[in-house]
C-alpha cells in the first residue's frame, strides 16, 4: 500500500530501448534512465506506478525541458512542468495553472510524483514542493 502524500520513489530504466515500448505506452528512451521521485524512499516497479496512474490519485509531473518529451517520449497521463517554471507553477492561481498546462493545479494536499530521466531533477523538484508545503 502506498502511503499518502508526496512520495520520493526512485525507479531506473536502464535498457528501456530493448523493452517493448508499449509499456506504459511510452516511446524509446534511447537506453536511458528514466526516475520517479516522491516523498518517502521507496523504489517501484513500471506495474506499481501504472496502477497509481490508473487509480488516478496520483499527479505525474514530468520535470524534463518540453524538447525532450519529443525526443524520447512521455509517459501517458503526465503533465510536462520542466524544472525552471516548478516553483512558480505551485504557486499560481489554479484558473491561470489549468489555462497553462491544461490540468487543475494540485492541491498542497494532493499527491505529486516527479519524474525525469535521472532522477536530478526530480529530486530538485521535490524539494520546491516540499519548501511550498505540498507535504500532506
Known amino acids: 500500500m502506498v502511503q ?8 531506473r530504466r536502464a535498457v528501456l530501448g530493448s523493452a517493448k515500448p508499449a509499456l506504459l505506452g511510452l516511446k524509446s528512451i534511447k537506453g536511458s534512465c528514466h526516475n520517479f521521485c516522491t516523498a518517502a524512499s521507496k523504489d517501484v516497479t513500471y506495474k506499481e506506478l501504472k ?5 488516478k490519485n496520483i499527479m505525474l509531473i514530468d520535470v524534463r525541458e518540453t524538447w525532450e518529451i519529443l525526443e524520447y517520449g512521455k509517459i501517458p497521463g503526465s503533465i510536462n512542468i520542466p524544472l525552471v517554471e516548478v ?3 505551485l504557486q499560481m492561481n489554479p484558473r ?3 489555462d497553462k498546462y491544461n490540468e487543475v493545479k494540485p492541491s498542497e494536499s494532493d499527491k505529486l510524483v516527479f519524474s525525469c530521466l535521472a532522477g536530478v531533477r526530480s529530486k530538485k523538484a521535490l ?10
Do not use: C, K, Y
Not at 499518502?4 to 525507479?11: C, D, K
Not at 496502477?51 to 487509480?55: D, E, F, G, P
Open 96 to 98: 491561470d495553472f489549468e
Open 51 to 55: 496502477n497509481l496512474l490508473n487509480s
Open 87 to 89: 516553483g512558480h507553477a
Open 127 to 136: 524539494d520546491t514542493a516540499i519548501s511550498l508545503g505540498f507535504n500532506r
Open 4 to 11: 499518502p502524500g508526496l512520495l520520493l520513489w526512485s525507479v
